[in-house]
């Protein structure tokens, strides 16, 4: 099994430092990929140098993409709110989205547990703070943990929703994720280390006025609140991971691989994409690049949008704004 | 209230331990002894003490209940602030007489090894603990420490006060009380070998809290006017009026609980009867550094199970080791921050566990 890198963003320039995408000297994906097996080459030389500064046009597309469904997911938060006929955004209108996809929903759920759980830890280091915890008599700790769990608790009608909080499972995605990572650090030496170590650091909640800028919610009439803005900054930086994952395995999938049985039943529309003149353009430029590529991000997310199902001739229908989620 | 000072205290104290050593410095300059000879009496001192066998008798007459809490010492601000603590032991009697306290080290000197440190065993009511030894960090940059720092107000203690919050431990030599007890609760010495053994590291102490039950209704405002250098923070009144008056106190565990003593002796003569009732370690957190790069994503990938490593969250990798129940936080540069200890040799544990899992991962 071919292994691939990984990508990791450079937030900063993401959200942008002027209204428009300013790639900086480190560009979107700060700290982008090795091959570590490049697929073409069976000597298992890895590629440095070019990979580690992805591509403008592709660090374009994932930020357009990701703002495109923040903004819609944002809208469909509304709505559910206004059907509560609350004020604000709250995290149970984007836990309500989310409930269908028990997987993601379990994700977001640890991330604020460990979120609450590093409170408390640094709360009880930093002396500072500990007045204060004793002020509010101890409301803050695990806040996220009753919000999740409170909500969860009324919306639940089979009990599915709240066997997840028990539930021990190993997350597949994130076991890659963390795989993956792991085989490309065993590789750097510490100063590349070190810098991947920091752009890893990077999110979109540590700037966090700029990402509430750059979603612009000023157009909207119902506003997210603290720990929501905390939500949907995790959520976009779960987008570009799930498009970074889904590109590199799309990517992987465009080689042919001498002796795979499968190569002739790759679909008719991916082959007709690839071949087609735009994309034929924009990978041929960078053929030698290791760089996730616009044509990825874009069969990427073609591929996931593409609901096979039972009832997938009439999924229009299902969709309430045609937009696929990847976060959720 | 400042008494004369009582140098007898000092050679009292010093005199059963220094049978083959210099006499101490003469009275009138032992609140002048410079570091050095202050952190040499010490040592040999507990060098003494670290022979002793077992703990010492838990009622020591030091801190008997008979003994009026008008012994102590007060340094500290606001109730519900962070304590500085000074590496005081040695009590007064009457007011707020100072107490020489320099033939003690200030443990958190910039040495780097551990510092034996006189530790108060006494409890009121329950033995909290036993702490064996201290060390202190020395290379903290929120901790202003060094002995001498507060030589020049030696005789008023109410002038030393120190910026509640951020400092843990402040130097504070003061006088002798010839009328204080001598110090007999002297913690034993754990061999520090035992903890270094394996690694030549031995973690240092940051900052532990303490809480301590006044059981008396206190009336902050009045604290805070006439208790010097205590601040007045509106929103600590209502939870004092509404709880059992506790405080908390950050430091060295001995001088958590002498700082604690000390506030509540300031309570108590700002006339609240206080008490000093369940004194209890809540929290320790002791920090070191393996001084090698750690490759964090391979211990979260084998350590699945106790760690947590969220970079865009947080930088350093969370690991909830089981026994001894110790949160560690690891990161990337080696430096390690343990917490959630009750007492110093669960850190000095932890960290033992952690060194050859932290080996195997040291990022060439």
């Known amino acids: ?328 | 209230m400042a008494s004369a000072p009582r140098p007898e205290r000092a050679p009292r104290l010093l005199a059963p331990c220094l049978t083959r050593y210099p006499p101490p410095p003469s009275p009138t300059t032992v609140g002048f002894l410079s570091m050095e000879e202050e952190e040499t009496y010490l040592e040999l001192y507990l060098n003494q003490c670290a022979a002793q066998d077992g703990l010492a008798p838990p009622r020591s007459p030091l801190f008997s209940p008979v003994v009026p809490y008008d012994m102590y010492m007060l340094n500290a601000s606001n109730p519900e602030t962070a304590f500085n603590l000074n590496p005081e032991v040695k009590e007064t009697s009457g007011g707020f007489s100072p107490v020489d306290l320099s033939f003690l080290p200030d443990e958190l000197t910039q040495e780097d090894k551990d510092q034996p440190v006189i530790g108060s065993k006494h409890e009121t009511k329950e033995n909290s603990e036993s702490q064996s030894q201290q060390s202190r960090l020395p290379s903290s940059s929120e901790q202003d420490i060094g002995l001498g720092l507060n030589s020049p107000s030696l005789s008023n203690p109410h002038s030393q006060r120190h910026p509640s919050d951020t400092d843990l431990v402040q130097a504070s030599p003061e006088k002798p009380d010839s009328n204080s007890l001598p110090l007999a609760s002297i913690t034993p010495m754990s061999p520090v070998t035992s903890v270094s053994e394996c690694c030549g590291i031995v973690p240092q102490l940051q900052n532990i809290v303490s809480t301590v039950n006044l059981a008396c209704k206190l009336d902050l405002k009045k604290i805070a006017l006439h208790a010097k250098n205590a601040e007045y923070n509106p929103k600590v009144r209502f939870l004092i009026s509404l709880l059992l008056t506790k405080l908390e106190c950050n430091g060295a565990i001995s001088q958590s609980r002498l700082a604690a003593r000390k506030y509540a002796r300031v309570v108590q003569k700002l006339g609240f009867p206080a008490r000093f009732l369940d004194f209890k370690i809540q929290n320790m957190v002791g920090s070191c550094d393996v001084k090698f790069p750690i490759r964090l994503e391979g211990l979260v990938l084998t350590h699945q199970q106790f760690s947590s490593y969220e970079p865009e969250l947080f930088p350093g990798l969370i690991y909830r080791m089981v026994k001894p129940r110790i949160v560690l936080l690891i990161f990337v540069s080696g430096k390690v921050v343990l917490t959630g200890a009750k007492e110093r040799s669960e850190i000095c544990e932890a960290f033992e566990n952690i060194y050859p899992i932290l080996k195997s991962f040291k990022k060439a």
């Not at chain 1, 580690?52 to 709110?81: C, F, G």
């Not at chain 1, 994700?107 to 408390?120: A, E, T, V, W």
């Not at chain 1, 510490?190 to 006025?209: D, G, N, P, T, W």
């Open chain 1, 1 to 328: 099994m071919v292994v691939f890198g990984t990508t990791f963003f450079n937030f900063d320039s993401f959200i942008g430092k002027t209204d428009s995408i300013e790639v900086t000297g480190k560009s979107v994906f700060s700290y982008c990929y090795h091959n570590i097996l490049p697929l073409l080459n069976d000597s298992g030389r890895y590629s440095l140098g070019d990979a580690r500064r992805p591509l403008h046009e592709t660090a374009v597309l994932v930020e357009d993409v990701v703002h495109t469904q923040l903004i819609n997911l944002l809208q469909q938060a509304a709505e559910v709110s206004q059907l509560r006929g609350a004020r604000v955004i709250t995290p149970e209108d984007l836990l309500f989205l989310m409930r269908k996809d028990k997987k993601k929903l379990r994700r977001l759920l640890k991330y604020m547990f460990i979120r609450d759980y590093k409170s408390k830890i640094v709360k009880g280091i930093d002396e500072d703070d500990l007045l204060e915890d004793k002020l509010s008599g101890s409301n803050n700790a695990n806040k996220r943990q009753k919000i999740a769990q409170d909500f969860l608790n009324s919306i639940d009608q089979t009990g599915e929703l709240l066997a997840m909080f028990e539930d021990d499972e190993i997350d597949e995605v994130k076991q890659e994720r963390m795989e993956r990572a792991e085989r490309q650090t065993r590789i750097m030496d510490s100063a590349q280390y070190a810098e991947f170590c920091e752009s890893r650091q990077l999110s979109f909640s540590k700037k966090a006025s700029k990402f509430r800028d750059w979603l612009d919610c000023s157009s909207m009439e119902i506003k997210p609140n603290v720990v929501a803005m905390e939500i949907l900054a995790y959520l976009a930086y779960e987008t570009v991971a799930q498009l970074v994952d889904l590109a590199l395995l799309v990517r992987q999938d465009m080689v042919t691989k001498a002796g795979d049985p499968f190569s002739h039943a790759i679909s008719a529309t991916f082959i007709q994409y690839h071949n087609s003149a735009e994309s034929t353009a924009a990978c041929g430029v960078e053929a030698h690049s290791n760089a996730i590529q616009p044509c990825h991000i874009r069969e990427a997310i073609r591929r996931y949008s593409h609901k096979i199902g039972p009832l997938s001739p009439f999924t229009n229908a299902y969709r309430r704004n045609g937009m696929a989620f990847l976060a959720c």
